[in-house]
């Protein structure tokens, strides 16, 4: 019983993926250099500012080791946030209209096509 419903849950989640997923990583590589003095991904990727954003996709938010986080974000993580297409790419756009009291200071990108990029960069890590 517990395998047919891992397989059902691994089927949808593969058939909901959205449109985010279809970004140019190249391009979002060259839109996170918007990101670099806070953040890092890649191999030997550390916390700076901000966390570093090694396997941000689809995880539960707040889940860095060693990072200190704002108690806006600590709130949103008891509450379920999980950093999906969706909610990434709401934060990405406006981080204090998405979640007041987050201490990210980055006023958030204007265009979609660069949330969409850089997400899809992201999913690279």
Not at 2 to 26: H, S, V
Not at 64 to 84: C, T
Not at 100 to 123: C, H, P, R, W
Request: hydrophobic residues 45%; neutral net charge.
């Amino acid at each position: 019983m517990f395998k047919n419903r891992l397989i059902l849950t691994i089927l949808a989640a593969g058939l909901a993926l959205p449109a985010l997923a279809d970004g140019d990583a190249d391009k979002g590589k060259k839109v996170f250099n918007k990101c670099k003095a806070c953040h890092a991904v890649g191999e030997g990727a550390a916390n700076k500012v901000g966390p570093q954003l090694n396997g941000i996709i689809g995880a539960a938010a707040g889940q860095v080791e060693g990072f200190k986080y704002s108690d806006a974000l600590i709130e949103a993580a008891a509450g379920g946030l999980v950093w999906d297409d969706e909610s990434l790419a709401a934060f990405l756009a406006k981080p204090k209209d998405f979640m007041k009291g987050t201490k990210m200071s980055f006023a958030g990108l204007k265009k979609e096509d660069e949330i969409e990029n850089v997400i899809a960069y992201l999913q690279g890590f």
